[in-house]
């Protein structure tokens, strides 16, 4: 089981990235999923996470108005689209899979993809 996460990069304050997050050897219509991402020196932290059908989802507060996450099951692959991107936004971020309810504690995900970088600079 494998999650590839891809878009990551640089980008300017104020910008926009959308993140994919693809499954490889498991069909991702059976799992919530959900982001997090984990500044320098510190844990990792719930961005947003969504449901198995994409009917529900949530955010953490400094994303709402922010970021919107979805999916398309039938290409297996759940995105997260960040918008006005801010320098304390920089980190690696991941994606992760879990049966059950929408949750934003890490510890509760049982799947995870690599993780990628995410830098906010001018």
């Known amino acids: 089981l494998q999650l590839v996460e891809s878009g990551g990069g640089l980008v300017q304050p104020g910008g926009s990235l959308r993140r994919s997050c693809t499954a490889s050897?498991?069909?991702?219509?059976?799992?919530?999923i959900g982001w997090f991402g984990e500044a320098q020196g510190k844990g990792s932290e719930g961005v947003a996470c969504i449901g198995s059908t994409g009917g529900t989802s949530s955010y953490t507060d400094s994303m709402k108005g922010r970021a919107t996450i979805s999916r398309d099951n039938a290409k297996n692959t759940v995105y997260l689209q960040m918008n006005n991107l801010k320098p304390e936004d920089t980190g690696i971020y991941y994606c992760?899979?879990?049966?059950?309810?929408?949750?934003?504690?890490?510890?509760?995900?049982?799947?995870w993809g690599q993780g990628t970088q995410v830098t906010v600079s001018s």
């Open positions: 992760a899979a879990r049966v059950g309810r929408l949750t934003m504690r890490p510890g509760a995900y049982d799947y």
């Open positions: 050897g498991f069909t991702l219509a059976n799992y919530v």
